[in-house]
């Protein structure tokens, strides 16, 4: 015997998942898997909307100071490391610095807290070295609106443009961790040759001769 089959229609087909006991657990499911992902989407773009608005202006410089000068060679020029908020709280820094091949760093002094220094505790792979000036640090307990980094020593060895440059900076706030760093200032140098200071002859002053004073003559009595 043969038994016909018969196609079903699509109205039939969905009334039948429709009454399925299965139905109202799948569609849930669905449901859940396809909005939590749009929910947590729309949050965080909401969130993150409110955190660029509360986002501080930046204020802060990175500087060296000097950052210009006219030195010859064999000369030598202190170069400082200048953090500056702008008005603003900072807890934390970092940047690159490289130095042209004409100049040469001769010592690197950490300025201590109680002349101006930052405090602050370095990075173990960001310490500032003579060979690597480079750093990156934080104040451990407690904030600065301005303070001075270090100071090198450089000694100039050849003529030229002399550049101490600063790269890969930031300025951390104190509070929210915000990078305010506004603008760097490199130090930019003219390196000139060394010339010796001729030496200008002192005129030796000639005494003026004093006329002698003769003896004036004592009368002597004339005996009879």
């Not at 407690?142 to 301005?146: A, D, T």
């Not at 000694?155 to 760097?184: C, E, F, H, P």
């Given at each position: 015997?043969?038994?016909?089959?018969?196609?079903?229609?699509?109205?039939?087909?969905?009334?039948?998942?429709?009454?399925?006991?299965?139905?109202?657990?799948?569609?849930?499911?669905?449901?859940?898997?396809?909005?939590?992902?749009?929910?947590?989407?729309?949050?965080?773009?909401?969130?993150?909307?409110?955190?660029?608005?509360?986002?501080?202006?930046?204020?802060?410089?990175?500087?060296?100071?000097?950052?210009?000068?006219?030195?010859?060679?064999?000369?030598?020029?202190?170069?400082?490391?200048?953090?500056?908020?702008?008005?603003?709280?900072?807890?934390?820094?970092?940047?690159?610095?490289?130095?042209?091949?004409?100049?040469?760093?001769?010592?690197?002094?950490?300025?201590?807290?109680?002349?101006?220094?930052?405090?602050?505790?370095?990075?173990?792979?960001?310490?500032?070295?003579?060979?690597?000036?480079?750093?990156a640090g934080s104040i451990a307990s407690?904030?600065?609106?301005?303070c001075s980094l270090f100071t090198m020593?450089?000694?100039?060895?050849?003529?030229?443009?002399?550049?101490?440059?600063?790269?890969?900076?930031?300025?951390?706030?104190?509070?929210?961790?915000?990078?305010?760093?506004?603008?760097?200032q490199n130090g930019n140098y003219t390196?000139?040759?060394?010339?010796?200071?001729?030496?200008?002859?002192?005129?030796?002053?000639?005494?003026?001769?004093?006329?002698?004073?003769?003896?004036?003559?004592?009368?002597?009595?004339?005996?009879?």
């Open positions: 015997m043969v038994r016909a089959i018969k196609k079903e229609t699509l109205p039939k087909k969905i009334r039948r998942i429709i009454s399925s006991r299965f139905f109202i657990p799948i569609a849930f499911l669905t449901f859940v898997v396809i909005t939590v992902p749009i929910i947590q989407y729309l949050a965080t773009g909401t969130l993150d909307i409110r955190q660029r608005a509360a986002a501080p202006k930046p204020t802060a410089t990175l500087n060296i100071s000097p950052f210009s000068g006219e030195f010859s060679v064999g000369q030598t020029l202190s170069a400082t490391v200048v953090i500056d908020g702008g008005g603003q709280a900072f807890n934390a820094a970092q940047a690159e610095i490289s130095i042209s091949s004409n100049l040469q760093v001769m010592s690197l002094i950490v300025i201590p807290p109680e002349q101006g220094g930052c405090n602050f505790t370095f990075s173990k792979r960001k310490v500032p070295t003579v060979s690597n000036p480079s750093f407690g904030f600065s609106q301005n020593t450089l000694q100039v060895n050849a003529i030229g443009d002399g550049m101490i440059n600063l790269s890969r900076a930031a300025v951390k706030a104190y509070k929210g961790n915000w990078d305010i760093l506004y603008s760097t390196l000139i040759e060394f010339v010796e200071p001729t030496l200008t002859p002192t005129p030796t002053s000639i005494p003026t001769a004093v006329p002698a004073t003769l003896p004036t003559a004592t009368p002597r009595p004339i005996l009879n």
